[in-house]
Structures are given as C-alpha cells and as structure tokens.
C-alpha cells in the first residue's frame, strides 16, 4: 500500500539525516514532480550545479528511494537558485 511505503520513507529518511546531516532533510513538492534532498535550502553556497541536485521523482516514493540510494550525499541545489538565482541548476 502506497501510504504504508511512504510512511516507511519518511521514517527513514528522518532516521538517515539524523544520521549524517544533524537532523537536515528537505522535500519539496512541485506541479509535475517531487525533490528530496539532505541538508536545509541555505547551506553550500560554493555549489556548482553538476555536484549535488536534490533528487527527483514524478512521486514522492521515488524520489525518496533515490535520496535514500546515497543517503550521506547532501543536496543543495535550491540554495544557488534562492542566494544566486543566476546559478540555477536546473535539478
């Protein structure tokens, strides 16, 4: 059931970013698709948009499994879009 496996995500998302990013983990919810990622919007200012976009899916269940696929990975691809929008990575 789809509400048991999303539960079972978000446990364990919560649990790996206690783990490895002090507790940090953000999901986001757009028109056509879903992005989550470890660590908060305003972290990493010196990204480049080839080393860690937050991860998406058409559902939140996919896009969680492929967040939780490299769980000490950080995303912080919407901090250069919100600090420095002429650095959006397109993620």
Known sequence: M???ETARLLRELAIQADKYHDGHVTI???GTNWKVGFGTPYENYGYTAEEK????GVTFI???????????QKAD???????????????
């Open 53 to 56: 976009p937050m991860k998406a």
């Open 2 to 4: 789809a509400i048991d």
């Open 28 to 30: 986001m919810k757009f």
């Open 77 to 91: 691809c919407i901090t250069n879009a919100i600090v420095y929008p002429e650095r959006i990575c397109g993620c």
């Open 62 to 72: 996919e896009a969680a499994r492929k967040a939780l696929a490299d769980p000490q």
